[in-house]
Nanobody
Framework: VQLQASGGGLVQERGSLRLSCAASGFTFNNYVMGWFRQAPGKGREFVAGVSEEAGDVTYYVDSVRGRFIISRDNAENALYLQMNNLKPEDTGVYYC?????????????????WGQGTLVTVSS
């Protein structure tokens, strides 16, 4: 199993970035996918989740709702996070993760597989 996150970088406040996560080694479309982030000196935080199969159900932490969009492409085994109107408080390492079932989508400990993370830095 492998989850490879990419797309991070340095961006100015109010800028945009698109993160990608390439998945392999498991049946991608059967898994709920999530994005988490970890700011310097803080714990890992849920950012967004997308349901399995069609991905027609999404959920966001309040601080990013309306600015971030999570999506999936099952044909490509890929997960995305479009981040708009970025703020300095969005700075952190972003991780993609996979789990079975929607019920505990916000709980990091419930996820089965994790990527290595990609760093996003937003300057003011």
């Amino acid at each position: 199993v492998q989850l490879q996150a990419s797309g991070g970088g340095l961006v100015q406040e109010r800028g945009s970035l698109r993160l990608s996560c390439a998945a392999s080694g498991f049946t991608f479309n059967n898994y709920v996918m999530g994005w988490f982030r970890q700011a310097p000196g803080k714990g890992r935080e849920f950012v967004a989740g997308v349901s399995e199969e069609a991905g027609d159900v999404t959920y966001y932490v309040d601080s990013v709702r309306g600015r971030f969009i999570i999506s999936r492409d099952n044909a490509e085994n890929a997960l995305y996070l479009q981040m708009n109107n970025l703020k300095p408080e969005d700075t952190g390492v972003y991780y993609c993760a996979a789990r079975k079932g929607w019920r505990y989508v916000r709980q990091s400990r419930s996820y089965d597989y994790w990527g290595q993370g990609t760093l996003v830095t937003v300057s003011s």
